[in-house]
């Protein structure tokens, strides 16, 4: 009898309850044991730590390293996401043109997607090995005559920042384009009849329908891509030595904090800071962005949140 | 006559296919690449590009094992980490998002939209403070690391909240309850059988992300005989193999045929499931 006391909805604490617990210990202590860490001065070998308030926050900012990690990071990820973005809205616009009439898009959505799912770090190990100096990329330049000799590619600044762009931009850009053709399959087409009928161009029709329209999808894009950006490890890890060569230039926010983490002495305090400092620049500019693009009209909201379904797919992070 | 429009039209639509064909070509070659390197031996390779296999497939094998890393170690952890991350993600996904979607109970819209704002918040940057933390309980170089916080995976929640307000049939609930099945005994019989298909869906995302996720593994795993495939990846790029490309490039394909394969077979379901937030609402 007591049970019929018990209002059924109360049940969903139960179902509730796992995730919660999972979320304490294995999400929010973490995160507040990283925050603490920062402020001390941990090291994988000492058992005392001292706490030293800010001054590992100090010391980064005094750290060229730490500047030149951040400048790296924002430089790879506008140069990939721009391009990225560009193709997609491209891509996205022929896919659903009713005149041109594009055949196949499944099947070239489909094959663009491809390189998203496969390993990141078997990327990075496979394109080390095309753009190796006796590799195939060399070997083709020089029959072909675009090349006199053999080129150190990963030993140059330019061709090894630019071949992370084009890996990320090569592993995302189908991604980005998937989500934006449903955003576009989305919009109404009464509203393009509409304007069709007033006499409105393809181009009005994109600046005036579709784009204020997509408005939601395009911040969650961003959104997404910004953080995967500034969190970007795998590729630029594993292009070359593991410390971001030649001179450091393909060096991110995530391999300065693994090599603070593993440094001799196992820097972990130094490398929470890190991680503390990427977190609150991360997201004071998603909030930034998300104020100047804010909708005052709150319906649009609902569906950004809607398209966050897919990253819960994948649980990773798009760069 | 043809007219001025449809001319325009027919010259639009070559450019696009053109356009279509060079993204293609960039696309797919380097994984054709990849494929046919592994079975070429290493000769063949510094002689010149081949769009076609050849037979060395078992010799790169045989060099692949012979300096010592073990790929089908590896390949059995991470299928082993991946699985048990799938079941971890899925189940613990659709509880959760059961639980949102069924009970009205206080403080639930709160809730999801923590989840939400929790998607969007870049765990990574407290992966140094989760290290601390794990070895203090002797967790680190243990799997139980990589697995157990996927019982609070934000994504699958959504993911799982988004596919079974679609499908849940209210009315069989209630029967169910009717006929005494308990609580958790509905969401195991009536609801589960139900969300097969966002199950698979979800199963195949969770997969691919466990199989592929290196950061996470490097950080926390550290006898080799627990590496998993990524970690094994960055070995290959050492010294050790330097100049065996056939079996190098035969040990990339381990890691990434499985996924093409399964590609190939549910590329319908992961190109549905990843627009499908959009679709809906």
């Known amino acids: 009898m007591r049970r019929a006391k018990f209002n059924t909805h109360s049940y969903g604490y139960l179902f509730i309850a796992p995730f919660i617990i999972g979320f304490l210990l294995f999400g929010l202590y973490p995160v507040y044991h990283t925050l603490t860490l920062s402020l001390t001065d941990t090291t994988m070998m000492t058992r005392q730590a001292e706490f030293i308030g800010l001054e590992n926050f100090e010391r980064l900012f005094a750290d060229d390293f730490f500047l030149k990690a951040v400048s790296n990071s924002w430089l790879i990820w506008s140069l990939n996401f721009l391009p990225q973005i560009g193709i997609a809205l491209l891509l996205a616009a022929w896919f659903t043109d009713v005149r041109l009439k594009i055949r196949g898009t499944g099947t070239w959505r489909t094959l663009f997607f491809l390189p998203n799912l496969l390993m990141p770090a078997a990327v990075a190990a496979l394109f080390f090995s095309l753009f190796s100096y006796y590799g195939p990329v060399n070997q ?9 000799e053999a080129v150190h590619y990963l030993q140059e600044i330019v ?8 890996i990320q931009w090569w592993t995302w850009f189908g991604w980005t384009t998937i989500i934006i053709m449903a955003g576009m399959t989305a919009i109404p087409t009464h509203l393009y009849e509409a304007a069709m009928v007033d ?11 579709t784009l204020p329209l997509l408005k939601p999808i395009l911040i969650f894009v961003f959104v997404t891509s910004l953080v995967g950006g500034m969190t970007m490890f795998d590729i630029p890890f594993l292009l070359t ?8 230039s393909i060096m991110t926010n995530n391999i300065l904090m693994y090599l603070k983490f593993s440094s001799s002495k196992g820097h972990i305090a130094f490398a929470s800071s890190v991680g503390v400092l990427v977190f609150i620049m991360t997201t004071v500019c998603a909030l930034g962005f998300f104020y100047l693009l804010r ?3 709150p319906k649009a909201s609902v569906k950004a949140e809607g398209q966050l379904a897919e990253i819960a797919a994948r649980q990773g992070e798009p760069a | 006559m043809i ?8 010259g639009m639509r070559t450019f696009v296919y053109v356009f279509l064909i060079v993204l293609l070509v960039i696309t797919v070659v380097p994984i054709w690449l990849l494929v046919v390197n592994a079975t070429r031996s290493t000769t063949e390779i510094q002689q010149g590009l081949s769009a076609l296999p050849s037979t060395h497939l078992f010799e790169n094998f045989r060099i692949l094992e012979s300096k010592g890393l073990h790929m089908g170690r590896g390949f059995a952890n991470s299928l082993f980490v991946a699985a048990a991350s799938t079941v971890v993600a899925v189940y613990f996904g659709f509880l959760t998002a059961y639980g949102i979607v069924i009970y009205n109970f206080k403080g639930r819209n709160l809730f999801m939209g923590f989840v939400v704002l929790l998607v969007l918040i870049p765990m990574q940057f407290s992966i140094v403070g989760f290290f601390h933390y794990m070895s203090r309980f002797g967790l680190t170089d243990n799997y139980a690391a990589l697995i157990m916080p996927l019982i609070a995976s934000a994504a699958s929640v959504f993911f799982a909240k988004q596919y079974l307000e679609s499908v849940i049939v209210q009315e069989l609930i209630d029967a169910a309850r009717i006929d005494g099945a308990s609580e958790i005994g509905i969401f195991h019989r009536v609801m ?13 995302f969770a997969f691919v992300a466990a199989w592929n996720n290196f950061f996470n593994a490097f950080i926390l795993i550290s006898s080799i005989d627990k590496y998993t495939l990524p970690m094994l990846v960055q070995t290959l790029r050492g ?18 045929v499985p996924i093409l394969v399964m590609y190939a077979l549910f590329s319908r379901y992961i190109i549905s499931g990843i627009a499908m937030g959009a679709l809906k609402e």
Not at chain 1, 159 to 166: A, D, H, K, P
Not at chain 2, 3 to 10: G, K, M
Request: without cysteine; aromatic residues 10%.
């Open chain 2, 3 to 10: 007219s001025r429009y449809r001319l325009e039209t027919l």
């Open chain 1, 295 to 297: 909708d005052r009209q």
């Open chain 1, 140 to 148: 083709f330049m020089v029959q072909a005559g675009f090349q006199s």
């Open chain 1, 241 to 248: 030595d593991g410390r971001g060569s030649p001179a450091s």
């Open chain 1, 199 to 209: 006499g409105a161009s393809a181009g009005q029709m994109f600046r005036r329908i």
């Open chain 2, 192 to 204: 589960m059988p139900m969300a097969v298909p966002g199950m698979a869906t979800l199963a195949i």
């Open chain 1, 159 to 166: 061709s090894t920042r630019g071949l992370v762009v084009f």
């Open chain 2, 239 to 256: 010294d050790v193999y330097r100049t065996e490309y056939g079996a190098i490039y035969l040990g990339l394909a381990i890691t990434v």
